[in-house]
């Protein structure tokens, strides 16, 4: 049986890191491509998916912040984990970082120990299974041709805009989205503005899924956001 090794892009201008990158994920087994243009960096990525992104945030031509949201907002690239190299340590640029819609941040200089914890970490990260058109994460069922939602075997009422949005952090299990980003993808609003908005439709969702175990996978991350979590609550009754 053979193992195909995940691949990595790394996206960096800085030889001196480039060359460690590239000796230790080797060395751990990883296959690495690297691009050292912001550009040609994220031509890479579109021509040829890779498992992962290494992404620095200062880099010529298109910063990292800019390739992770046009990563994002392209199908074919939207699901590889990007993992955000920075220089800067400040509070509010991790914020930043998860905004754009990178999975980790990593504050230079790491230690490469860490970086391939991480790497480990992302790669490993749970997709969403559909099933005969059917989306289930832990006790929630999603049924996209019909509309339908059921926990724990019950079923859920929701109103459109709260499918659209349950749906979306379905899709994405344990990935935390913030505000903005649910605005933006839910809404179509790019603005910073009526964020509160989400949390009202995240609270309806719970309110319907109140009855269930289907509530406590709706997890709320304290200044960022909110993901929906894979594992299955203790004490579910699970349907299949
Ligand atoms: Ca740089």
Redesign the pocket.
């Known amino acids: 049986m053979s193992v195909i090794a995940p691949r990595i892009l790394v996206i960096?201008?800085?030889p001196s890191q480039v060359e460690i990158l590239r000796f230790n994920l080797h060395q751990t087994g990883f296959e690495v491509q690297v691009e050292m243009d912001g550009e040609e960096g994220l031509q890479a990525a579109y021509e040829d998916p890779p498992d992962l992104i290494l992404l620095?945030?200062?880099?010529p031509n298109l910063s990292g912040v800019e390739i992770c949201r046009r990563l994002r907002r392209n199908p074919q690239t939207r699901e590889i984990p990007v993992i955000l190299l920075t220089a800067r340590s400040e509070e509010r640029d991790k914020i930043r970082g998860l905004d754009i819609g990178a999975d980790d941040y990593i504050t230079k200089p790491y230690s490469i120990k860490e970086l391939i914890a991480r790497i480990r970490s992302a790669l490993r990260r749970p997709m969403a299974s559909i099933v005969d058109h059917k989306l289930i994460v832990g006790v929630i069922e999603v049924d996209l041709e019909k509309h339908k939602v059921v926990s724990e075997g019950v079923a859920i009422d929701l109103g459109p805009i709260e499918f659209r949005l349950l749906v979306t952090m379905m899709q994405s299990p344990e990935r935390v989205f913030s505000r903005e980003q649910l605005l933006d993808l839910v809404w179509g609003i790019s603005a910073e503005l009526e964020t509160r908005t989400v949390d009202v439709h995240i609270g309806r969702i719970r309110q319907a899924l109140a009855v269930t175990k289907g509530k406590d996978q709706i997890r709320t991350v304290r200044g960022f956001g909110y993901a929906v979590n894979c594992h299955i609550p203790p004490g579910s009754k699970v349907f299949s």
């Not at 620095?56 to 880099?59: A, G, K, R, T």
């Open positions: 960096e201008d800085e620095d945030w200062m880099l």
